[in-house]
DNA sequence: GTGAAAGCGCTAACAT
DNA sequence: ATGTTAGCGCTTTCAC
């Protein structure tokens, strides 16, 4: 078929394995057959074959990332360093879709074409975890986690970063305060609800159910939401939701239903994705620094890749108020 | 090391080669022992070694996509459905990042790793398709397009699309039009700006070269550029931007700059990514069906693995206009 | 420093 | 219908 290591070797009068050790500069070639072996590739145009040297090695230099809808534009957001940073450090991403809603096929990635697994949906009964960590699989859990006894974590500090948003509303007055949440069985949505809640709480302000509402991570349910909360008896003064994407499906209703963001009611993102420091939207958020966390998380597979004696790790990103221009003093 | 098919063979009773035929479901299995393969396997937690496989059938049903910064938004919205479209038909997205600059570095698309390339970022000068060509890499072309004999192509009707907003300006009576371009080895942004001169030069309206910028489809690019021409002596009355990013980078500009769209100035792009679409954006812009476009051309590209000997095709897709709001008449 | 040879775990042609 | 055997194209001992 096409060009063999065995074509360069008998171009260049030497064995097949010294090919193969000449082409990966090992020692224990000189460096006159490396010079021979180098051009004679060159003149034929060898690429070596990764699936025969995958085969050979069991290392593919490949690392899958299990990931949603790149339409929503947070995975878009965090799927862009994740890919960069596998770039860097000379790996190739394998997207691996996963909807979010049906259970995840982990064939893939379990038949021995990937290093590693970046997964960063995991929902709380997601079975992957579990099957990848009994099947020596290394991989790293970003943006949500999931307990287990497998696998490094990268993660905003959740808790905190919503206890700053708690913060920055009831230091401008609010203390009718709605919520527009995500889905329950995410590790984000949950924190960042509770830890909102006590926030209130220990402020002595309370989040009334009737205030929050729940859905999925996308624009409609933001939306939707939006239009329930403002819809209520007593309308909130100010909304927190749980990512921005949310916030930004809130921001359209209220432009489109003529609710004025911030003097009427006040909204707060989570996650600072590009699309929040748009002029047009100028989204008062918490930012998670994606960027960070998606280095960090390739960065921990990476090493545990070259190390897999190291222990658990959990990274947690600091989180911090970035102030735009839906936020305003309660009305 | 792991599980092979040599132990589900073992624990079934059975031969090896048995075993392969029987999970792959190929005619000459008696259905008795397909079973009890099967069961087998399961007990065992059995994953055929896709290296193995791929070593042995010289496929991977693996697609290489060449694509850019997924941090830019017509990127993010073009893999989407690609992403989609490979994993309904049974097969992995691979991304092999372009930064658009730098020259790509070809070699994950010739060591066999692939069974074919969706090129979404070529230039005027680039290698790829002739190297993938040459190499017997099935390829398809999606967005952009250059000439040459090999690869299948799925584009948008860049011409027509860029006739389409012409005829909109000058039929709300602007003659005083400016435009922000693309990378000019680019062939939409050659195809836009061309056809949009052409479309206005057939009217009597010239495009003053005074008025025409030209840089990096980002958002940068457009803020700079609104900048440039609304700073230019006699300030254009409307803006085509050769695709949707660099039109919201002119918003943005626009807005924190005081100027009105669409009172002051027009603004039309194209492309009609997801972002066009927000209540807080409202672009103005030609519609290209990206998800068609994309669905298109993995298919094109299917096609062709299952059928080498198929004829280089190109596929056109229509262009629309779609009217939001950020245009008007002349003032 | 280099060559010979034995795998890696499958698929597929060839027997039976 | 099933077993035997020969690859696929590398990497990696083990000799020399």
Chains 1, 2 share one sequence.
């Not at 699936?51 to 947070?74: D, K």
């Not at 939006?226 to 209703?253: E, K, Q, S, W, Y």
């Not at 009427?264 to 002029?279: E, H, N, R, T, Y």
Request: aromatic share 4%.
């Amino acid at each position: 078929m096409s060009v063999t290591s065995f074509d360069v070797a008998r171009l260049a009068g030497v064995s097949q394995a010294t090919v193969s050790r000449a082409l990966r500069d090992m020692r224990g070639t000189s460096e006159a057959t490396r010079r021979r072996v180098r051009e004679a590739a060159r003149q034929l145009g060898y690429v070596p074959r990764q699936t025969a040297r995958s085969l050979a090695t069991s290392r593919t230099r490949r690392i899958g990332v299990v990931i949603g809808e790149l339409g929503n534009p947070f995975y878009a957001a965090l799927l862009d360093p994740l890919i960069a940073r596998l770039h860097e450090r000379g790996y190739l991403a394998v997207v691996v879709h996963d909807d979010d809603v049906s259970e995840l096929d982990c064939e893939p990635l379990l038949d021995g074409s990937l290093d590693g697994a970046v997964l960063a949906t995991v929902r709380a009964g997601s079975a992957a975890p579990e099957e990848l960590g009994r099947r020596g699989v290394p991989f790293v859990l970003v943006n949500r986690e999931q307990a287990g006894k497998w696998g490094d974590v990268s993660v905003a500090d959740n808790r905190a970063g919503a206890t700053l948003a708690a913060e920055l509303l009831l230091g401008l007055g609010h203390r009718r305060i709605g919520m527009i949440g995500g889905p329950p069985d995410t590790s984000t949505a949950r924190a960042r609800t509770e830890a909102f809640r006590d926030a209130l709480a220990a402020a002595g302000v309370a989040l009334s159910p009737g205030l929050v509402v729940h859905g999925a991570f996308d624009l409609a349910t933001g939306s939707d939401g939006f239009d329930r909360l403002m819809g209520a008896p007593r309308p909130p003064t100010a909304i927190f939701c749980a990512n921005d994407v949310l916030a930004i499906g809130a921001l359209h209703r209220a432009r489109s239903s003529g609710v004025d963001v911030p003097s009427q009611v006040s909204v707060v993102g989570f996650d600072d994705i590009p699309l929040a420091s748009l002029a047009q939207i100028g989204l008062t958020t918490v930012s998670a620094d994606l960027r960070t966390m998606a280095v960090t998380a390739v960065d921990l597979l990476l090493e545990r890749l070259a190390d897999p004696a190291l222990g658990q790790r959990r990274v947690l990103h600091a989180a911090t108020l970035v102030r735009r221009a839906t936020h305003a003093a309660a009305p």
